[in-house]
DNA sequence: CCGTATCCTGCTTGATACTG
DNA sequence: CAGTATCAAGCAGGATACGG
């Protein structure tokens, strides 16, 4: 109640604030494969065993649990066709279609700015290597 | 070597390949600690004491850490001013300041998806209680 | 095919105490 | 003031095996 949420302005107002249901998000994008798989499913509905192919090699398990925490909170939906064999399709909710913007944002800075990050990290190691000789 | 760094193009490439650089980023996003302290950078040089005080209560320990990290990657400058007291200030870098944009973003969209979120989690709930009932 | 159950391990986070 | 050292704990992530 100390945080006014519909404060867009600019100020990291509620961000600061562990309690503020923001700060899941920040998360999420974190999470070692949420944001992939959100990516993956950017452009058509897949299938639980072609993510499982798509998304390098994760356990049946962790792809679960990331794709439940997903339907959660509204940014897939799950669809299961009751026949044999079995198959359930995953697909982006508007919502988690919304999140693609920025997402790609992100990844574009990101891939952006890969040879800086790589360049500083030389450098800085290049300095803790020197401080240890000299 | 199987992907190409420079395709800024929109096609998710690199992005699934666990050994790509760029995922190094989504991972310091979702540091529970990393963004925070840009965000709090983003206008003035803070002091590592005013920092703890401003990033709710962080162990010296990891915020160093953190503060570690981004210097690393090039993010920000750690100044250390030799005098009574020791003084020691850090500063977003330019790189530092480029990734304030694509953060915004993000927040403002995490901040204005906070209610469909939680209404999404809610109905989530709901139906687990009930299928549990039924 | 689509998961769940169980167990395990490593890393991140943290509390506490101490040094330049 | 600005950290480092050490120890402890929790949990995300994963391997493996089994169920609907």
Redesign the interface.
């Known amino acids: 109640m100390d945080t006014n949420?519909s404060d867009?302005t600019?100020l990291?107002a509620?961000?600061?604030d562990?309690d503020c249901?923001?700060?899941?998000?920040?998360?999420?994008?974190?999470?070692?494969w949420a944001?992939?798989v959100v990516?993956?499913l950017?452009d058509r509905p897949v299938r639980f065993s072609e993510l499982r192919k798509?998304?390098?090699v994760v356990t049946p398990k962790v792809l679960t649990q990331t794709l439940r925490s997903l339907?959660?909170?509204?940014?897939v939906t799950r669809t299961v066709h009751a026949q044999v064999p079995p198959r359930v399709d995953y697909e982006l909710t508007d919502?988690g279609r919304?999140?693609l913007?920025?997402?790609?944002?992100?990844?574009?800075?990101?891939?952006?700015?890969?040879?800086?990050?790589?360049?500083?990290?030389d450098?800085?190691?290049d300095a803790q290597d020197e401080a240890l000789l000299g």
């Open positions: 949420p867009t600019g990291p509620n961000v600061l562990p249901p923001s700060r899941v998000i920040f998360q999420r994008i974190g999470d070692k944001s992939l990516q993956v950017a798509m998304v390098s339907e959660r909170d509204g940014l919502l919304s999140l913007e920025p997402l790609a944002q992100l990844r574009k800075w990101a891939e952006g700015n890969v040879p800086a990050i790589l360049a500083a990290r450098a800085y190691d």
